[in-house]
Nanobody, 114 residues
Framework: QLQLVQSAAASVHPGGSLRLSCAAS????????ISWYPHAPGRERVSVAR???????YYTVSVKVRFTITRDHAKNTVYLQMNSLKAEDTAVYYCNARRITDNWGKGTLVTVSS
């Protein structure tokens, strides 16, 4: 069974950068589409970045030039590089691995504050 372990909570000033990680055990990540879902209070949980099994990626307009999703197949880990962070990026970020069903990490709190 696939298990996802996410990196610890982190905080940064506006304009700063963070890299989140999501490490898989139990199955090879290459078999799954991987997405990152930020969830802030009062907001819907919506994917902002996705890495498909064929290698293509997808980003929402709000993060397209600021965030990058990558895979390290040797480490069975997916990363989300976040640059030029804004206060509105503050959220708990969940890693999702989807093949037939959804598998979720426990979330990483990201705080962007001055």
């Amino acid at each position: 069974q696939l298990q996802l372990v996410q990196s610890a909570a982190a905080s940064v000033h506006p304009g700063g950068s963070l890299r989140l990680s999501c490490a898989a055990s139990g199955c090879f990540f290459s078999m799954f589409a991987i997405s990152w879902y930020p969830h802030a209070p009062g907001r819907e949980r919506v994917s902002v970045a996705r890495s498909n099994t064929g290698g293509t990626t997808y980003y929402t307009v709000s993060v397209k030039v600021r965030f990058t999703i990558t895979r390290d197949h040797a480490k069975n880990t997916v990363y989300l590089q976040m640059n030029s962070l804004k206060a509105e990026d503050t959220a708990v970020y969940y890693c999702n691995a989807r093949r037939i069903t959804d598998n979720w990490g426990k979330g990483t709190l990201v705080t962007v504050s001055s």
